[in-house]
Each structure stands twice: as C-alpha cells, then as structure tokens.
C-alpha cells in the first residue's frame, strides 16, 4: 500500500513512517519541517517539503497518488495555541480542510487522522473517559483538533471515504523534543541528564494517561490496514500518572536525589485525564503493550544518546 504521513519528520510521524516501512508500505512524507527534522525521516521514504497550507499541496497529494493518507502534522503546543490562536487554527483548521480538499480531487478514498484525547475532552465527568463523553476543550489546540476532526467526518460523509480518528492520550518517547511541543516527560528527562532542576506547576498531584510512541505506532499500522474501522478511537493506556510519580521514576533512573521545585499552578489545568481505549481494542485489536516503566527506561537511554557531545 502507498500511504503519504504528514508531519512524518516530527516526534510522532518518524516513528510511524518507520513502522509503516517495516511493514512493507511505501511511504512518503509530507513536512513543513517548522517543528520536524530531515534526519529524522527514514531514508527509504521520500520527503516533501510543504506546509499544508502551501498551494502545492495538491500537486503532491496528486502525483504520490496514496492509497491512504495518515495526518498527523498539526501545531501540538497548547501553549502557542493560547497565544496566537489564529495561528494554531490556520494550521489544525485550515490545513487539514486543505489536506481533505487535496484528497478529494485526487480520489484517496482512506483518511486516518491523528487527534488528541486530553486536550479534546476536557474535564470530564467519567474516567477512563470513552469516545461518546461531551468535547469539552479548555484550549485553542483542544478546539481546533475537534474542529478538524469535524471536517474529516464531513469528507467522509460528502466523499464516501473512509475515516478513522485515532485520539492520542499524552504520548512518549525517544525523539520527543524537550525545547518544542514537549510533554513532561521530555522535558524531565532532558533536565535531569543535564543536572538541572526540575518544576513542577502546582502540587504535581495533576494525573496524564502516558502512553508509548511505538505503541501509537502500531495503533497506527493496524488503522491502515482495516478500512471498515471508522469514527473515533481513544489510543491510550487507562492508566493515571501523577507529574509527582514521573518525576520519582524519571531521578530513579538518572541517579538523582534532588527533589523537584514546586511553582504556581496553571490557570485553567485539567486535573486528571486518562481515556479509555475500549473501542480501539475491538476496532483494531490495539492495546497498549509498553510497559510503563520500560517506556521511561527507552526514553532515558534515547536521550543519553543523543545529548553525547
């Protein structure tokens, strides 16, 4: 199968270019790289360089002619998005209204797209929170995911394509860049190996559904091959992590004995987040298979690697 992967120079997309290859597709990748690196593109797929709000994007949705398309590129800091909304909807909206236009003149009949489960819902009334809870979004970011989540339906419905949502819980790992869109776990990590201290925004009591970029990798592979798998699927673990028990785990495994500095709480925080993966399981046979710990212990031993001199 011939699958294009935007975003596929980020955090996310590389790994799931990596695995799509692995798994015998032909992959091209289309990347602004705003955010994403050229190096971290597998040499065995071919890289466009273009924003998806770039008049281009039709010519190149047209001339790699995909079977699907796998969107993951998006602007992914809530932070950004409470400045400048404007910008985060430009590219979250109106890409991705872009990317479905380009879709529909080049007849690609299978869209998977790559949204947020957290930062979509909200706080919520039930947890694990499952797909049919009320979107509550407290940020920019949290809106714009829906809003484009919207949109893919719509294509879906006016085309006779097939798309799949699959929303992420907050997802880890190697690559992840501590300086951009990074959760705290990239950012612990990063300071900790440097011998800096760490913050923590109110009493590190707030809880993450963490799951493992490699496990989002798979749930990815399995959507592109099983067309009839449409609607919305939460791709996350079911379980809660304080930022006080990642913090614990992550001075565990660099040696550090210092305890973390505690700062004002955010405005506007959610408290708790963790999704229910029900659906993905039946849908796609996915289940999160990385061990929590084991996610910590690859990801610490990615970043000594690469912060090497």
């Excluded at 692995?22 to 050229?38: I, P, Q, W």
């Excluded at 991705?96 to 919520?124: F, K, M, P």
Aim: hydrophobic share 40%; aromatic share 6%; with cysteine.
């Amino acid at each position: 199968m011939r699958i294009l992967v935007t975003g596929g120079a980020g955090f996310v997309g590389s790994h799931v270019v990596d695995r799509l290859l692995e798994d015998g597709h032909a992959v091209e990748v289309l990347d602004n790289l705003s955010t994403g690196r050229r190096e971290r593109v597998n040499a065995k797929a071919r890289l466009h360089v273009c924003d998806l709000r770039d008049a281009r994007l039709d010519e190149v949705v047209a001339t790699t002619r995909p079977d699907s398309i796998v969107h993951v590129a998006a602007q992914a800091a809530v932070s950004r998005s409470v400045l400048d909304p404007r910008f985060d909807a430009s590219v979250n909206v109106l890409g991705t209204i872009g990317l479905l236009e380009a879709c529909r003149h080049a007849s690609v009949r299978r869209v998977v797209y790559i949204s947020t489960g957290g930062a979509g819902y909200g706080d919520t009334d039930v947890l694990p929170t499952p797909e049919d809870h009320p979107i509550r979004p407290s940020s920019p970011y949290g809106a714009s995911k829906v809003s484009a989540e919207r949109y893919v339906d719509c294509w879906a419905g006016l085309t006779g394509g097939r798309a799949l949502t699959l929303r992420l819980a907050n997802v880890f790992g190697p690559r992840q860049d501590p300086a951009g869109e990074a959760g705290v776990v990239a950012i612990f990590t990063s300071r900790l190996l440097a011998g800096e201290r760490c913050l923590v925004n109110g009493d590190g009591e707030q809880t993450r559904d963490y799951v493992y970029v490699l496990d989002v990798a798979d749930a990815v592979a399995r959507a592109v091959v099983t067309p009839d798998a449409v609607g919305a699927a939460n791709i996350g673990t079911g379980v809660e992590k304080t930022v006080n028990d990642i913090y614990r785990e992550l001075a565990q495994l660099t040696g550090v004995t210092v305890p973390a500095e505690h700062g004002p709480a955010r405005p506007g925080e959610q408290r708790r987040s963790v999704l229910d993966a029900t659906r993905a399981k039946k849908l796609l046979g996915w289940s999160a298979a990385t061990p929590f710990g084991e996610g910590l212990r690859q990801t610490v031993a990615w970043f000594r690697k690469d912060l090497r001199p």
